[in-house]
């Protein structure tokens, strides 16, 4: 199968909008599988982990591959969830395209808009298609308008529905003008009703309109009232879609199978192949300022990036691969070029969810899981050795919430630590770090929600029982003010001591994570240890020195020092940076910073003034209202996050339970002097108790 007839597409959305019941209906249909599997029962093929099924939501993001009209497309279903947020913005990472669901009833919520804000991030084409419109209260036309005015999705429309809710048929195909029901599941081409002839006519102008403004050929066609082929339909929009000028916009409704056909028609005739994706940009291993680029053809260096990894009873570790270029076979050496280190590559797997088909190579454009690597996870780079590149790596939340755990006995804990280990490796916006003064375990993640799941999978995977703590707000530390400092580090206990000076200047650096800087001249420290400088400084960072939190936005420069001859060591400068970075840090005005959510409340009128008043009461601030449906609002605001526990619950009991809402990680921001004193209060009755 050629390049130019593969497809990389996601399927992703809000939750609840139901992504997995449309990939299920692709599965059906391309005939991966021969029962439709429902998220309700817990029966859907993409959601196979025993948690997916408990819940009836996605967790992971599952890989499938499927055939529609000769055309080879891997498909990856990802979560809504926002605490899951990492499966989607790594799948992200590596698709040609997106399928963007949205649900009739609900149309654009917070966490649509958060999956759209991804997709441009990585620039991924991409289309809508407005599912659920068999439900009560659905509304095409105004899903349309919302794409428009809340995330400027310029929106095209190419189907109409046939009806709404309980009258929903089918859909009007505004390119061939023809009405496509769905009796039994399969499309029958009729006549379009004709109460809604005007209708489609209209909005076939529209479609035309848009075309004609990128596509001249069409342009000429239209002025001269010709008639305008199919095909040159399907060109135009490919064009566009390719190019993000806009988002061509479906509906149906997956549950009750109508008109998922027609959106695997428009997968294979508007998506992006790789080839039109064109060739992939690294870096230099050895010169940041110089680039490679890489062409997906199958005589160019391999290239690939690894971003996803799970851990799989049957074969092991799995590593998730999009290759870019060239050819990669079993048995193959290639190289890490995140870590520097050879992989050899054991087995190529094409996954079918829960099955798996063996290949002997891949080629360029395609997803598969890689087993046998040791050392490759998520966002690494693997390139031909021969031809080495850095691709652009997957972009990594922070987590914002915090659990303590215990075991009920200490042959317990070297097990937990082994499996939080593996865990920790399959989902980076997952870590684990060991309080130094308590000597407690401390899992940080997304969202109690998160670490709910990491917990349950830790005894039914795992067979690990924990004692879990209360959830609690993951703080980080930073500074407010510029500080220097020299330390020196001075050990004689007989025979070789330790040496090391340095003069270290720290300055707060928001919102742009660490920085070293060397400004060592003449050799006042050897080069060879100023990587151990910055290795003891990342140390100091990691188990932070108020209160034991990470660290961040803090930029050091290694301005002079001295060494010994003799006592001098790697070791020696590794520790004197270390302690010397705290006491620098303890002198630069330290403060806490803690996660503020973006809130999205949907309410009805009668409510809104209660739901506002008690954000205020939690630090929270309105930064818009917007119309959401007669009668309801959408209330657009920021809070702490240490001031939404049990915020669930308020909701409900301030709207009768009538209103709705979602919050995801926004920022993090100066935590107020007052609260501060009192974290830190608490931090200390933790440690003196430990």
Excluded at 343 to 362: F, M, N, Q
Excluded at 453 to 474: C, H, Q, W, Y
Excluded at 490 to 509: F, H, L, M
Aim: proline content about 4%; aromatic content about 6%; glycine content about 8%.
């Amino acid at each position: 199968m050629g390049i130019t007839k593969s497809r990389n597409i996601g399927i992703a959305a809000h939750i609840d909008a139901g992504k997995t019941t449309v990939t299920e209906r692709i599965l059906f249909y391309t005939g991966i599988t021969r029962k439709m599997g429902e998220v309700h029962d817990g029966q859907a093929t993409m959601d196979f982990m025993k948690q997916e099924q408990d819940r009836g939501i996605t967790i992971a993001s599952a890989a499938i591959s499927c055939k529609w009209k000769d055309h080879d497309i891997n498909i990856i279903d990802t979560p809504g969830h926002v605490d899951f947020t990492i499966e989607v913005e790594r799948s992200m990472r590596v698709l040609d395209g997106i399928v963007a669901v949205f649900c009739a009833v609900g149309g654009v919520e917070a966490q649509s808009e958060t999956v759209w804000a991804q997709a441009d991030r990585y620039r991924v084409p991409r289309f809508a298609f407005i599912n659920k419109m068999d439900r009560t209260g659905a509304d095409f036309f105004d899903v349309v308008n919302q794409l428009d005015k809340v995330i400027e999705a310029h929106p095209v429309v190419y189907q109409i529905p046939i009806g709404a809710e309980d009258n929903f048929t089918g859909v009007i195909d505004l390119i061939t003008m023809k009405a496509i029901l769905f009796p039994e599941g399969d499309p029958v081409e009729a006549e379009i009703p004709a109460d809604l002839i005007e209708k489609a006519k209209e909005m076939r102008m529209k479609l035309i309109d848009k075309l004609s403004e990128y596509n001249d050929e069409m342009a000429d066609l239209y002025l001269e009232e010709k008639k305008i082929p199919e095909e040159l339909f399907h060109t135009a929009t490919r064009d566009c879609v390719i190019r993000s000028l806009f988002t061509p916009v479906f509906c149906g409704s997956a549950y009750k199978n109508v008109a998922v056909q027609p959106l695997l028609d428009a997968v294979i005739n508007y998506m992006p192949s790789p080839l039109n994706k064109g060739a992939v940009t690294g870096v230099d291993l050895d010169d940041e300022t110089k680039t490679h680029r890489r062409e997906p053809t199958a005589s160019a260096p391999f290239s690939g990036l690894a971003f996803k990894v799970i851990t799989d009873p049957y074969v092991g570790q799995q590593t998730f691969l999009r290759t870019y270029s060239g050819v990669l076979k079993a048995g193959d050496t290639v190289l890490n070029a995140t870590t520097g280190k050879k992989e050899r590559i054991g087995r190529i797997l094409r996954i079918k969810a829960k099955d798996r088909t063996e290949l002997l190579e891949v080629g360029p454009g395609d997803i598969v899981a890689l087993i046998g690597l040791k050392e490759t996870f998520t966002g690494h780079t693997l390139c031909d050795q021969e031809h080495p590149l850095l691709l652009e790596t997957v972009n990594i939340p922070e987590p914002v919430i915090s659990i303590r755990l215990e075991t009920p006995g200490r042959n317990e804990l070297e097990k937990l630590h082994q499996s939080l280990k593996k865990l920790s490796q399959e989902d980076p916006s997952f870590r684990v770090r060991q309080d130094e003064r308590t000597n407690e375990t401390i899992i940080a993640g997304m969202g109690e929600l998160h670490l709910e799941i990491i917990i349950d999978r830790l005894k039914t995977e795992f067979n690990v029982e924990t004692i879990a703590g209360k959830p609690s707000v993951e703080y980080k530390e930073t500074i407010s003010k510029e500080h220097q400092q020299r330390f020196k580090h001075v050990k004689q206990t007989g025979g070789k001591g330790q040496y090391a000076d340095i003069i270290i200047r720290i300055e707060p650096n928001p919102g742009n994570g660490f920085e070293f800087i060397n400004k060592i001249v003449g050799g006042a420290i050897p080069s060879n240890y100023i990587p151990a400088v910055r290795k003891g400084i990342e140390d100091a960072m990691e188990n932070g020195i108020l209160a034991d939190y990470q660290v961040v936005d803090v930029r050091v420069s290694l301005i002079d020092g001295s060494y010994h001859a003799v006592d001098s060591s790697e070791n020696a400068f590794r520790t004197c940076a270390r302690n010397g970075f705290k006491e620098a840090f303890r002198n630069a005005a330290p403060l806490l910073m803690e996660p503020v959510m973006a809130v999205d409340i949907a309410t009805p009128d009668d409510h809104i003034g209660d739901l506002v008043g008690d954000l205020s009461k939690r630090r929270g601030k309105v930064h818009d209202m917007r119309r959401y449906r007669k009668g309801s609002q959408k209330i657009e605001a920021e809070a702490p996050l240490n001031e939404l526990f049990g915020y669930a619950t308020a909701v409900r009991s301030l709207s009768s339970g009538r209103a709705s809402y979602s919050m995801e990680m926004d920022r993090f921001a100066a935590l107020p002097g007052d609260l501060m004193e009192s974290v830190l209060k608490e931090a200390k009755e933790r440690m003196e108790r430990g």
